[in-house]
């Protein structure tokens, strides 16, 4: 196969760049002069001197990160300085060698191990250092050094598990010193390993009993590794001395918690028998062992033990077999609901809500109904809400058709609480019973169980309703049924479906109060149109239901009502209303289309009480013209403190953009307002206009 001469060319450009790529990060020269000069200007620093030398060295390093050569000359260059540096120097280059140290810089390092000075900072440089010849160092250093170093290497040498340590490390445990005797112990305990068991236990038998104490807490450890390795049968031999009577209650429920971890058949009697136990310690750990414990036929072993504790101890562990989560638990549970003990008996309720199916729904009702107190009664209805499975809300359905009034009622709510949908069709049935408040509690939840499918039903019912007692509740209903049609316009469709050609004036009002609640265009322009009817009721129900509209859409329509409506009682509805829907934000409406709605208003005003209302619209209107409007008012006695009211917080409002106007505003209103609390307002905002133009000439 021939080459061409042009790739040729490539193919030797490709070589050359890679070559180059090789050499830049491997070999690549660099100037050792230069990097001399900025060790050496280390070699003397002191604390307070400049720091840039240190500076110029760690940026040294940094930039050697791809040079390999250069950065292992660095490494060797530090290590020699050792020798000569200063201790804070010494401090400065043991960090940079803990960065980039390998095996070459450790002898230099290991020198600094036999000075107390030096140590800590040795200790620092060479305790991650990964190679072979750390280790050794730290090894042969520890024999040489005084009791301080010996357990600051002794703590590392076990940070480091270094296996080869564990005989020299041991013969440290019995020393003079006992402060290294227990890091030697604390050491064994991280190394790990048979013979760092063997020592462990021959302290554990003849130490003192602190570093007896020390040792077990090594012991400890050395199961925990076990298991962490999968070695379970040495982790258990380990755990089941410690578990003993002779150690501390501390130790014991370590031990406990690692055997219940392994779980297996054998383990469970030392958990029941820790639950019995005199110690407070032991039992609770017990206990919690009891909800994690695994294998089968754990759950009846630990629930056989209810019947042999005493109430408190009986009412923990009923509470710990709950949270297992087995059902299995159950028969020995239900068993302590013969208990005198109430707080046993509301425990057994409890767990039989987070352990039962729908077979125990009868079981709870019972309770819910014959239970001697209130919380025992509510325990039980709770534990309702709680249960799992299939077929429970059918069994609460069932129970419900059978029940009296007030257990029915509860158990619509418990429904409820469930989000039990299937069961909408029994509720609707509910909601006819003959029962007032069973009738309301079975609206409500057809409220928030009922969808879209079910609002022409829901409105039928509403229609037949012959007693006003539940009708509010079923207008709730039918407003949340209507509220979930995704498409805002279709809300109202059925219930104006249902009021075409309703003569009958409850229902009307009734469907009216409706579309206040579910409050779209079309509620609005049918409210509108009905505002005027000629039937009294039916224009009142109207009214209200307008004058509740929850955004300004409905301010115009308001003021209508007050500008033309016959009925001075309409007339202050209406008014109020339109009051309160001015101060709600409303897209597309400008400050001069509600100044113009308040110009009306006023206009129409027949009495002080009628202004005030007005005077407290406008306070919500941020221009400059709503005090025109305002000013005059505030020469009128009735109404003066409602005028100034409003002028003081509309002025406040536009101080930034007309801050003069609003200054004459407030000299008028101090001119005639006697009010201190109002002259103390009106003088602020003055004070602050006259801030605002003295920064404004500056």
Known sequence: MRISAKEVTALLLVWLCVDFALINNTGAAFNKSEIDEKLAAIVNYERGMSREPLIAVEKLIRESQNQLDQRKYIELQLAELLAEAT???????????????????????????????????ACYA????????????????????????????INLLGDRVDNQSVEAIG?????????????????????????????????????????????TDAYLRCAEDLIFEG??????????????????????????????????????????????????????????????????????????????????????????????GDAAALPAITAAARSTNPEVRKAVLHAVGKLGDASFVGYLVKAAIEGTSSEEKNTAVNSLKLLRGKR?????????????????????QVLTERNAVDAVPALFAE????????????????????????????????????????RREAERAVVAVSRKISQPSKQTDAVLAGLGGEKRVDVRCSLLRVLGGIANVN??????????????????????????????AAAEVLLEIYCNAKSQIHRLLALRGFVRLLSLPVQGRSEEKTLELCRRAMQQAKSSAEQKLVLSGLSNVSDPEALAMVEPFLQVEEVRGEAATATIKIAGTIIDTHGERAKKAMDKLLAVCNDEDLRKQAEEIVRHIKELETKAHQ
């Open 126 to 153: 060479i305790g991650q250092n990964p190679s072979e010849e750390a280790g050794k160092a730290l090894r042969e250093a520890l024999n040489k050094v005084s009791p301080k170093v010996q357990i600051r290497i």
């Open 231 to 324: 070695k379970t049968k040495q982790a258990t031999v380990i755990y089941k001395e410690l578990a003993g009577n002779n150690e501390t209650p501390i130790i014991r429920s370590a031990a406990i918690k690692g055997l219940a971890d392994i779980g297996g058949q054998d383990i469970v009697p030392l958990v029941i028998s820790a639950l019995r136990d005199e110690n407070r310690m032991v039992r609770t750990t017990a206990r919690s062992c009891v909800r994690t414990m695994e294998g089968s036929g754990v759950t009846e072993q630990i629930a056989g033990e209810l019947s042999k504790t005493s109430p408190d101890e009986q009412m923990l562990l009923i509470g710990a077999l709950a949270d297992r």
């Open 523 to 552: 509620a609005l322009r049918t409210l509108e149109e009905t505002s005027k009817d000629t039937n009294p009721t039916v224009q009142d129900a109207a009214v209200r239901a307008l004058i509740k509209w929850p955004n300004a």
């Open 87 to 121: 201790l804070e120097s010494k401090s400065f280059i043991c960090r940079q060698l803990w960065f980039i140290g390998t095996a070459d810089s450790v002898p230099a390092i290991a020198r600094l191990l036999m000075d107390e000075k030096t140590a800590d900072i």
């Open 431 to 470: 909601a006819a019973h003959q029962d007032r408040k069973v009738r309301q509690a079975a609206f409500k939840a057809l409220g928030r169980l009922a969808d879209e499918e079910h609002l022409p039903s829901l409105i039928k019912l509403l229609v037949k309703l012959e007693d006003d007692s539940s």
């Open 171 to 215: 013969k440290l445990v019995s020393g003079t010193e006992r402060e290294v005797g227990e890091a030697a112990v604390a050491a064994l305990g991280k190394i790990g390993g048979a013979r760092a068991i063997k020592l462990l236990v021959e302290t554990r038998a003849k130490g003192d009993s602190e570093l007896r104490f020390a040792a």
């Open 392 to 412: 429970v809300d059918d069994a609460i359905v069932q129970i419900m058709q059978n029940s009296l009034p007030s257990m029915r009622r509860q158990l619509i």
